[in-house]
């Protein structure tokens, strides 16, 4: 199983930038799809972006479109989450997760109700504040 190690968070100023990384090992690098979710406690666990192993397409939820890039390092087997100009908002954990089988469309579910099916490995989340 694909073992995911997020990193990188911490507490920041609104307007500032944050860049997350989420190491991974298991897998040759660029073989899955990854998302990125953050989940406030006591909140339902929300999708935020996702980069796919297929030609590496990425996507993001509207509240961070122009703001947010997601990357990949494949030499270093790493997916990045840049956050610019970031919005004041409740602590949270930052999450990534992996869908492990090729060819499985796993980003073009990554927003939905199902999104667990397909992202089976997780990271132990890194936590982020933006706050002044």
């Known amino acids: 199983q694909v073992q995911l190690v997020e990193s990188g968070g911490g507490f920041v100023q609104p307007g500032g930038s944050l860049r997350l990384s989420c190491a991974g090992s298991g897998l040759d690098p660029g073989a899955y799809d990854i998302g990125w979710f953050r989940q406030v406690p006591g909140k339902e666990r929300e999708a935020v972006a996702c980069t796919s192993s297929s030609k590496w397409t990425t996507y993001y939820v509207d509240s961070v479109k122009g703001r947010f890039t997601i990357s990949r390092d494949n030499a270093k087997n790493t997916v990045y989450l840049q956050r610019n100009n970031l919005k004041p908002e409740e602590p949270a954990v930052y999450y990534c997760?992996?869908?492990?089988?090729?060819?499985?469309?796993?980003?073009?579910?990554?927003?939905?109700?199902?999104?667990?099916?397909?992202?089976?490995?997780w990271g132990q989340g890194t936590q982020v504040t933006v706050s002044s």
């Open positions: 997760a992996a869908d492990p089988r090729d060819y499985n469309p796993a980003c073009l579910y990554y927003t939905g109700p199902y999104y667990s099916y397909y992202f089976t490995s």
